[in-house]
């Protein structure tokens, strides 16, 4: 039995004095003042709060951090460098990931759950969907070779998307992710993805089978069909406006607006990317807080060099731009475990003991949650050295 001492965030609200007791892998009290049981570990803290979650980043296990390395990468450095960052993620705060596209994470999954790795939970989208073409298909490549490379089935009809929902539940997926328009791989014009019928098709599929849907949407035309055909999370979520967000708003879709990964240059320097960009932290946002959107922490790291595993509070930091400390707190973590179907991020009782010991106050100061103040992660009914304590 584990006993957690000090100003507890539980999802929710602020406690200013208590204690949460942890037995096995579950939380069985939280309660305001100090109690610790007979024989339990006490552990003292600045400030107890829910494990960070990541509700979207890749586990890629690239150096360069570009289209084609994503997909002609060895797949043994892959598993090797991912298993470092699952460890790295862990130790930073990072109790729940959810991996929306690589040729690893759901295997991933698979040992975490077994115990046989260490790190957060990962929810593995396997494969991601995308069209033949878009932004995600290596050109560089013979189309054969690129579709046995990729880490993105490609598909191109209705009955084409119905069967790579699938192929990924086959691999071991707990979600689906499309590709609803490209990015800005090709000289910062933002190409189309999947017409609204196949999306519809993605979404009845994944729906049968109880999988949510994570829609990558740049644009307004990728934006509705998104919402039209149903998805459950819209990632990126590039050129909302007013209409979008009070369609996202009474769908009760998550928006997951991955800023952290804007804020690194990527490729060359392109005037259109640039004010996508440069509107996404200013108008984007604007809206999305004014309609009241469930806004979710993802980083859209990859474990590159650019974008390295570990880093991921970042996402925190630069939401808190637009709302409060504690409403950016609940971003990283009760909202995202909300949107991902987790049942997590919350300190209740009768909820997975994913828990976190954080030097400092995260509320007075949100880069607080860098790794170096994360002293104690509690996970899977044990007790790990955060970056404030350990070095790898």
């Known amino acids: 039995m584990i006993a957690l001492v000090g100003k507890i965030f539980n999802g929710e609200k602020i406690i200013d004095k208590g204690t949460v007791i942890i037995e096995g892998n579950n939380i069985i009290k939280v309660i305001e003042g100090v109690e610790t049981p007979q024989g339990a570990q006490v552990i003292n803290g600045d400030f107890i709060m829910p494990g960070l979650i990541d509700a979207h980043m890749h586990f890629f296990g690239v150096e360069e951090d570009n289209v084609l390395s994503w997909n002609i990468v060895n797949e043994i450095d892959v598993a090797i460098r991912s298993t470092r960052d699952m460890e790295r993620l862990l130790r930073s705060g990072f109790t729940s990931v959810r991996d929306l596209g690589s040729k690893v994470a759901t295997r991933l999954s698979y040992l975490q759950n077994k115990g046989e790795i260490i790190g957060p939970t990962v929810i593995a989208s396997g494969y991601s969907l995308a069209i033949t073409g878009g932004d995600d298909d290596p ?27 699938r192929m990924v539940i086959r691999q071991g997926a707990g979600v689906v992710k499309v590709y609803a328009s490209g990015a800005f791989s090709q000289g910062g014009r933002i190409l189309p993805g999947f017409s609204l019928d196949e999306l519809k098709a993605i979404v009845d599929e994944a729906h ?27 990632e990126h979520g590039l050129g909302i406006d007013d209409e979008i967000a009070s369609m996202i708003k009474e769908r009760e879709i998550c928006y997951i607006p991955t800023l952290a990964t804007y804020e690194i240059p990527f490729g060359q320097p392109n005037p259109e990317r640039e004010n996508l960009i440069r509107r996404h932290f200013t108008e984007d946002m604007k809206i999305a807080v004014a309609h009241g959107l469930k806004i979710a922490a993802g980083t859209d790291y990859v474990g590159s060099k650019k974008r390295a595993h570990g ?19 609940k971003a990283i973590t009760s909202t995202a475990a909300e949107c991902l179907g987790l049942k997590a991020g919350y300190l209740k009782e009768g909820y997975k003991a994913d828990v976190i010991v954080v030097k400092g106050n995260p509320l007075n100061n949100i880069e607080d949650l860098s790794p170096s103040n994360i002293l104690y992660v509690i996970k899977d009914g044990r007790i790990f050295r955060g970056y404030g304590l350990y070095q790898d």
């Open 208 to 234: 049968r089978a109880g999988l949510k849907v994570a829609s990558h949407a740049y644009g307004k035309e990728a934006l509705m069909n998104s919402i039209l055909a149903g998805v459950d999370t819209i």
């Open 311 to 329: 880093g991921n509070y970042r996402e925190a930091v630069l939401l808190a731009r637009y709302m409060s400390n504690l409403e950016a707190l």
């Open 139 to 165: 050109k560089d490549l013979p189309l054969d070779i690129a579709q046995r490379l990729s880490y993105s089935f490609y598909c191109d009809s209705p009955y084409e998307c119905r069967k790579a929902v």
